[in-house]
């Protein structure tokens, strides 16, 4: 049985419909190719259900079937794996390669100005009756106190910066995952039919993906396609309800936390929460570390000040003011009298002891915080050096991890991301298929005109 | 890594980062220029910073030392001026206690002699309190007080001269965690080994000695065997420290030139350690920046031909 001519036409005619729909596809990855996140599409065409007819099946033209994302999640997973980590390191080493700073130039800083501090007192042990080398003293204690004053003032600020991102991260994750909750509810709604909710699965992705530069998260989708996100087992998102963060201090010492509504903290093994929280640790034992350099200067100078004497022959006085890195000074009465420096073991003017003494303070090894103790020269040395040390094996994880970022995501933009020399080629695919059926439809037009008007009646 | 296929956002952007990283590097090897060092933070080369941190250290001590060293022996040559004038002045004195216990001399001309001693005398005094920079030299560690004080009777004349210093030695960090006094007692009744003008352990006292040849003198005719004794006890005591001051010179002077080395060596080693090597990084920069121009160059051939290019 031969088809009818206006089952012809119908072919043609879904021909013409399915190129057409399939080149609304290719203007829409060719629209997007520059857009964040976009994943390329790619229309299904399927023969539409024949007509039986002896002998075999009458084909009754084209449909298009599905509009799909080309998209692997295996991809996705090893590019959120990288974000994670490259995010963690990447805060971090920005972070510690402030405090380096915070710790002066590689040629100064305490380091330089504890060196000067010595070399003062061993001038005075030539000329302790000069006032001049006295004032001298002053001035070079006033600025190794001043440097482990800024020092700390510096390590203030950089954690005050990182408590500000905390917050920030705290609002830009809260942000998030509200935007994931609305896009669950799209995606539901949108695919209770048989349609794909490309575009908002892929609005949901790059969220996903911003939200892996946070921490280590578990995404379960959902058979409804709406998506579930938890961290360390606390869930952030269920279907459409999202648990919101919060920034809480704790720890010791306490520093802002981002906690899970559950109060759970939500740092893991890569995101920048975990960089959050070394960054913390470091700069704690850089505080820690000056602290107990600057008590313990402090303490072996003043113990060998009081034991002495003054220009004057006065019971020698506290020579250092404070506690610790934040506090220590030169004491008032010192500051304000060059000849209370005590720099005599006995009360004559002439005698060096006392400033010999704290000549040879820096041979010994009086600094508590290093195993075995150190000089206070090696202990200044020490922090510079572990610090660098520590910041050069963040650099190069952060380089590492940055280059796996970068393949991964080459790797997944190999898949999804749009390369406009294909989409032109099925652009004129499409086109010329287009054309074809158009030629079809004008052919059984002329066939059924030949019919209709030209058949002798 | 085979990718199959390339996107645009790969083909376009893919370069950029390639395109920052030599750029940063340029950046980096351009501040090294200017800085001079080739390190501007410790994460750099952790272990040739905090070498280099070690020897500037050192090499700022050794700095110290030096001019402790200097103001060591300056303090040193006053001393020595000081005891070789009174070695002088002892010698005249010789000369004098010589002539006056001549018997052929009548009183008169053994008055002069007397009162030139006398002036003697007080020159000694002069010089035993010999001050620099504001410091008595043989004080100890009195350094503010003059070492000797006259003790003069009712008609101005010295009858006796007491010492008003201490025992305290003067010292100072001459090489790393090693010390050396670099003064002389002018007594040593207080304490101490030596005392230049008066020492209790030698039985040495030059004024007594001057004061006992002027009275001498003034008296009737007496043998001057005893005082000729004394004298020459007193220039023996004092050019044994006049060497052993010289003595002292040397090694400071040792050390001070030791120190010098040890510094240049300092130095050239913290250069080499993180100066900037000119040369090196010229050529590394022109090397960066022909990279540079290149990945420039690749990158817009490529992103230059498409099929858009040959499409009506």
Redesign the interface.
Known sequence: MLPPLFAILNTGVSSLQAHQGALATTSHNISN??TEGYT?QRVKFEAQRPLPVTPGQLGLGVQITDIRRMRDSFLDGNVRLQIGQSARYDFTAKN??TL??A?G???GGI??DL??F??GF??L??????IGVRQNVIDNASILASSFRGTIGSLDRAQGGVDLSVADAARDINSMLDQVTILNREIQKFELGTDNANDFRDQRDLLVDNLSAYFDMTVTEQPSGVIDISVNGEPLVTALTAFPVQVVSAGAPPHPQVQSSGGINLVTSGGKLRGFAETYTTIDGLRSSLDDLAATIISEVNSRATSGFDLNGNAGVNFFSGTDAATIDVSAAVRTDPARVVA?G?A?????QIS?SI??L??LAVYPSASPNSTL?QGI??I??Q??????GV?NLSETYGNGL??AG??R??????????E??NM?AYQRAYEAAARVVSVVDEMLDTIINRMAV | MPVGRVSDQLRYLGLVPRYNSLLSRQLDVQTAIASGQRYQRADEDPLSVALAQRFSEDTSRLDQNIKNIQEAQAFGRVTESAVGNVVEVMQRALEIAVSGGNGAKSSSDRANLAAEVDQLLRGVLDQGSTAWHGRYIFSGTETTTPSFAAVVNGSGQITGVTYNGNAGILSTEYTPQETISYNLLGSNESGGSLGIFRDTGAGIDVFQTLITLRDNLLAAPTSMSGTLAKISDDIQHLTGAQAKLGGMQNRLSFSALLHEDQKLALTETTSQLIDTDIAAAVTELAALRVSYEAALNVGARINEVSLLTYLR
């Open positions: 190719s520059s390329r510690l390669v380096e700073t710790m130039p590689i040629n380091n330089k060196s000067n010595f070399n061993q001038t042990t030539t000329s302790p009756e000069d005599a006995v004559a003017p002439g005698d060096n010999l000549v040879a820096q041979d020269g040395r020490n510079v050096s610090l660098g040390s520590q910041t050069r650099i970068k393949l080459e790797q933009q190999a898949v999804n991301g749009v390369n406009m020399d294909e032109l080629s004129i």
